[in-house]
């Protein structure tokens, strides 16, 4: 988007996509922009159905605003549900960033889900099978 409308215009859409997550979110979640595009939040004790929900939704908000203001920029969400949680915040991040990555490769705008399991093999990695 910088590259075709300039850098204001870039900024503004990175602020209307951090005030829908802020919006969206319980005040337990915590939001984050991890640099450039992309953003995280983290859903305490969500379950997967919930885990879902929340990122389609949250895609939707996105979209239909981008789409409004910012056409024909588009939002890609990665959603990792750990049970439990690994130490640390990069693993869950890296999951995440794999399934958004995915998305993006499949043709963008969209919402992938993977559920990591403690003990299941790549949990530790936290990186989802290609």
Avoid: W
Avoid at 15 to 22: H, W
Avoid at 114 to 120: E, G, I, K, L, T
């Amino acid at each position: 988007m910088n590259d075709r409308l300039g850098h204001d215009v870039g900024d503004a859409a990175l602020k209307l996509v951090a005030q829908i997550m802020e919006r969206a979110t319980r005040t337990t979640d915590r939001t984050a922009r991890l640099g450039g595009d992309e953003f995280a939040i983290i859903l305490p004790e969500t379950g997967v159905d919930a885990a879902q929900e929340a990122g389609t939704k949250l895609a939707d908000a996105i979209n239909a605003a981008l789409k409004k203001e910012f056409s024909p920029t588009s939002v890609s969400i990665g959603v990792a549900c750990f049970d439990p949680p690994p130490e640390g915040f990069d693993p869950m991040v890296k999951a995440a960033d794999v399934l958004m990555y995915k998305i993006k490769k499949g043709g963008k705008s969209g919402v992938l889900l993977r559920q990591f399991a403690h003990d299941s093999p790549g949990a530790s990695e936290a990186t989802p099978e290609s």
